[in-house]
């Protein structure tokens, strides 16, 4: 049996797994405790890994059905790993204007992984493979706790946002970051846009609720006019930036990091990318469930038991 340590790693989410190898096949009891964990941090953060692509699949796997990447040239090798880097596949540091870099730099906008899908991921699972230097500025990635967001919002921003929804594109990207090039036909017409609530509730936590929304998938709030749909999307964003409900992730070479898309919202730090390279292998775990607005009829029934 292994003897693994968890422990939390900021006040507002993560924690940090010491003393476990995730390389090969974990048993049920070690899955179950890592679950818990995950459900209770929002993030795990596994220390001094060394795993390749089909390793990190692996390890994804056991958590649940993998998402196939929306676009093939961000994949290396497997459909299921996605390539976050200013480094080729063959290794060259890319220049700063290259479609590749560009749309890393997208990222730097607060979001969660797949929100574009009518079923978003559960969870998504990155290994820090060429990382900044210790010193070096920027680099990390942010985490925004979406559970202490919501809690700490003024009642009348709460019944305000209530009954809203955000309409979340993948087309989006190519609007905020134009120099990307264009999806191909069938890309663009498997991915069309979907709406979710702007309120999430969560069956598995006795339907508390939660904000659920991104700044790479439209930048407006609906249900308003344009000017008041982007006028409130942005002061979430602000909203959310804010220093209690955050904890930024400084990577180092090994890190595995694996954080609910639930819960959380993040975003890329920027660092500067000609002088530093920087590369990642992503997967991503599959939702479930839609997204479950408060209006949804069992939402409903558990508010009226626990009101407020
Ligand atoms: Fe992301």
């Not at 090798?77 to 700063?96: K, Q």
């Not at 929100?115 to 559960?122: A, E, M, N």
């Not at 990318?273 to 469930?289: A, E, Q, S």
Request: with cysteine; net charge negative; proline share 6%.
């Amino acid at each position: 049996m292994s003897v693994f340590n968890i422990s939390p790693v900021s006040e507002t989410l993560g924690a940090e797994v010491l003393g476990l190898d995730v390389s090969k096949a974990l048993n049920s009891e070690t899955i179950a405790t890592l679950r818990n964990a995950f459900q209770d941090y929002h993030l795990l953060c596994f220390r001094d890994q060394d795993l390749s692509d089909e390793q990190l699949t692996a390890f994804s796997t056991q958590f649940g059905p993998l998402e196939i990447f929306p676009e093939e040239d961000m994949t290396k090798n497997a459909v299921e790993v996605y390539h976050v880097a200013n480094v080729s596949m063959e290794g060259d540091h890319l220049p700063e204007d290259d479609p590749r870099v560009v749309y890393q730099r997208n990222n730097g906008r607060w979001h969660t992984d797949s929100s574009y899908r009518y079923i978003p991921s559960l969870a998504s699972i990155m290994y820090g493979i060429e990382v900044l230097p210790h010193n070096a500025e920027g680099g990390e990635t942010g985490f925004s706790n979406m559970l202490l967001a919501y809690q700490s919002l003024p009642e009348d921003m709460k019944t305000r946002i209530t009954h809203l929804h955000q309409v979340h594109s993948y087309g989006e990207i190519r609007r905020l970051e134009p120099s990307i090039p264009p999806m191909s036909d069938h890309e663009r017409n498997s991915l069309p846009p979907v709406t979710h609530p702007v309120v999430r509730v969560h069956p598995d936590r006795d339907y508390q609720r939660s904000l659920y929304f991104t700044s790479n998938t439209s930048l407006e709030i609906g249900g308003f006019t344009h000017e008041e749909g982007k006028e409130l999307h942005k002061w979430l964003v602000d909203y959310v930036g804010k220093e209690e409900f955050c904890y930024f992730h400084r990577w180092r070479q090994n890190d595995l990091v694996m954080w609910d898309n639930r819960v959380l919202l993040h975003r890329a730090m920027e660092y500067d990318f000609t002088k530093y390279r920087r590369v990642l292998r992503r997967t991503t775990v599959g939702g479930d469930t839609p997204v479950m607005g408060p209006y949804w009829p069992e939402a409903i029934k558990a508010a009226e038991k626990t009101p407020g």
